[in-house]
């Protein structure tokens, strides 16, 4: 679901889609959530074997991710610290079965802390996001800077 709503980013801009994709693979959905359990409670790092991107040249970076517990997966936190977001316009975007990207937004802040963090996009089984019509708006506000 996540990945589909990337395609669409990209086709939209014209952009590239790197997939975040850690070195051991989680698996069916029940090992998945119990491993992402274990993982925020542990604090390790997780390795993956996406290379960080290349920013240079990048002015926005839209940033796509599950919601694990009610915030990004440790292993796109982990990722994210090595791109080296900077100053950049940062936009979250993300799916869910219940819960909000609230809590995932607050740890982009902490990862990223002077990057321009836009209006995040979320996609739910409880609240389907209308992507065209974010998309719109993220358009007219990047038209006003």
């Known amino acids: 679901t996540t990945k589909k709503i990337a395609d669409a980013i990209a086709e939209r801009y014209g952009s590239d889609v790197v997939s975040v994709e850690p ?23 997780i390795e993956v074997t996406t ?3 290349d920013l240079e040249d ?25 791109c080296k977001l900077g100053e950049r316009i940062v936009v979250p975007f993300a799916t869910s079965g219940a819960n909000g990207i609230d809590k995932a937004v607050k740890t982009l802040r902490t990862i990223a802390p002077q990057a321009r963090i836009r209006r995040p996009f979320i996609s739910s089984k409880k609240e389907k996001g209308d992507l065209v019509r974010w998309l719109e708006g ?4 990047m038209t006003k800077e």
């Open 23 to 45: 070195r051991d693979a989680y698996g069916s959905y029940f090992s998945s959530i119990l491993r992402a359990g274990k993982e925020l409670l542990a604090k390790d790092y």
């Open 51 to 53: 290379l960080p991107a």
């Open 58 to 82: 990048v002015e926005v970076v839209f940033v796509g991710f599950p919601i694990w517990y009610g915030d990004m997966p440790k292993f796109v936190k982990d990722y994210l610290v090595k």
């Open 138 to 141: 993220l358009d007219q506000q």
